[in-house]
């Protein structure tokens, strides 16, 4: 079984300064994990994602993601917040030989970044 | 750019109407996917594709049916909508293969349903 948790459902912080949103996943193998961001009245938009390779995962709108297999997290960041990164943000995670399974999404945190 | 296209935008509807939720897709997808999403809640898989004439149901598919007779339309149909059934309903598409190709999932926009 495949699962993925995002254990904060809220997180503030200031403009300019630096912001992680925390994953963490648990399947067997070696995992497909990916990161989408939500604004309000509208679908999901792709960040980024992880298959192999480089343990750190750079992605659109200057966030990144680190892949740290021994603490099975996949947290994103950004070295400088802004006001427009206010958004619902999302972890996925998948299993490679999990056939044609769908993405087990995370229940998703609410990053607020204030002014 | 929108790949991935969902009618109507928002949808009120009365008590026990029969609806259909429209989501096509140019991008020649073989997979595609229904979430139903409270606003700022979580995603809920109702169905999913793997291609045309196949169809699997989610978490939450019960009180609704889908179809997939051609690659790019994936319709979505309430036989008897409820007040329960008000929220937004998500469609996304991928590419074959585990990693889902170069952006994973693509989402649409949404349909915005509420049921009176």
């Known amino acids: 079984a495949q699962s993925v948790a995002q254990p904060e459902d809220q997180v503030n912080v200031a403009e300019g300064n630096p912001l992680t949103v925390k994953c963490t996943y648990s399947v067997s193998g070696n995992p497909y994990l990916f990161w989408y961001v939500q604004y309000p009245n509208r679908g999901l938009q792709f960040l980024l994602k992880?298959?192999?390779?480089?343990?750190l995962v750079k992605g659109s709108y200057g966030f990144e993601a680190e892949f740290n297999k021994s603490q099975t997290s996949f947290h994103l960041k950004k070295p400088s917040a802004l006001v427009s990164d206010s958004a619902l943000y999302f972890c996925a995670v998948r299993a490679p030989d999990s056939g044609n399974t769908p993405l087990v999404f995370g229940k998703g945190t609410r990053l607020s970044v204030i002014a | 750019e929108a790949d991935i296209y969902q009618t109507p935008r928002y949808l009120v509807i009365g008590t026990g109407k029969k609806i259909t939720l429209e989501c096509s897709q140019t991008m020649g997808h073989d997979k595609m996917y229904w979430y139903q999403q409270d606003p700022g809640m979580e995603l809920h898989l109702i169905h999913y594709?793997?291609?045309?004439?196949?169809?699997e149901k989610g978490d939450l598919s019960s009180e609704s049916t889908v179809s997939r007779i051609r690659t790019e339309h994936f319709p979505l149909t309430l036989e008897s909508a409820r007040p329960s059934h008000t929220s937004q309903y998500l469609c996304?598409?991928?590419?074959?293969?585990?990693?889902?190709?170069?952006?994973?999932?693509?989402f649409g926009s949404g349909t915005r349903l509420t049921v009176v």
């Open positions: 594709s793997y291609g045309v004439n196949s169809t």
């Open positions: 996304a598409s991928s590419e074959s293969g585990g990693g889902g190709g170069r952006r994973g999932y693509t």
């Open positions: 992880y298959i192999t390779g480089d343990n």
